[in-house]
């Protein structure tokens, strides 16, 4: 089955610093998401890719679809204390039928903020 | 309020009993899916239904029963809770109609379950 690998697995940093993470893929994607969840909750939607090459921007928050469609990356930038969570790729590939709507994740990016 | 809700959010129970887990959604998505969540694992699929009477298996339905009988409801069983079942389990649910390209899924805020 399809396999994303998300990197790093977990990052500590100063307040104040920007944050880059990556997920790698085996396979092509044609949509790419990244998730974040905090503590004791769901994920939530923070960007949706479409295209290949896309680059977008949520606030603090930029994410780009990779040109090979096998990666894309999230930056945060000037992070703070409530940046603090599980940051998840999710991947959707070519699969049809009622495999339609499945998505694959990466294993997660643990993220702290120090103050 | 609208949205996708899971209940119980806690449960304890003991290796062996059947319990469980609901998931109800006000969208209409025709999509449903179910997760559990581990430490070194990220999330993984255990079901998910395409509509109402179409399931289907994800990455790990060992153990698990799923039913969808309504569209806003995709009820998990444990028949037989074993203690590696204890996990925090999301729903979720996504329109991915064919030709919509947004595929994206809505998460539920999760149920945590310990089997003793």
């Known amino acids: 089955g399809q396999q994303l690998n998300q990197s790093p697995q977990s990052m500590f940093i100063q307040e104040g610093e920007d944050v880059s993470m990556n997920c790698t893929s085996s396979s092509i994607f044609n949509t790419w998401l990244w998730y974040k969840q905090d503590p004791g909750e769901g994920p939530v939607l923070l960007i949706a890719l479409y295209k290949a090459g896309e680059l977008t921007s949520n606030g603090r928050l930029t994410a780009q679809f990779g040109i090979t469609r096998k990666d894309s990356f999230l930056n945060i930038s000037a992070s703070i204390p409530s940046d603090v969570g599980i940051y998840f790729c999710a991947g959707q590939g070519n699969a049809g039928g009622t495999s339609y709507g499945k998505l694959t994740f990466g294993q997660g990016t643990i993220l702290t903020v120090h103050p | 309020d609208a949205g996708i809700t899971q209940s119980p959010r806690y449960k304890i129970t003991e290796t062996g009993r059947q319990v469980t887990l609901m998931c109800h959604q006000t969208w209409s998505h025709s999509y449903m899916f179910w997760y559990r969540q581990d430490l070194g694992h990220g999330l993984r699929l255990i079901y998910y239904s395409a509509a109402a009477d179409i399931t289907d298996k994800g990455e790990v339905p060992d153990g698990y029963v799923v039913s969808r009988s309504k569209t806003e409801n995709f009820p998990l069983t444990l028949e037989s809770a074993t203690r590696s079942q204890t996990s925090v389990y999301f729903c979720?649910?996504?329109?991915?109609?064919?030709?919509?390209?947004?595929?994206?899924?809505?998460f539920g805020a999760g149920t945590r379950l310990s089997v003793l």
């Open positions: 979720a649910s996504s329109e991915s109609k064919r030709g919509l390209v947004k595929n994206i899924q809505y």
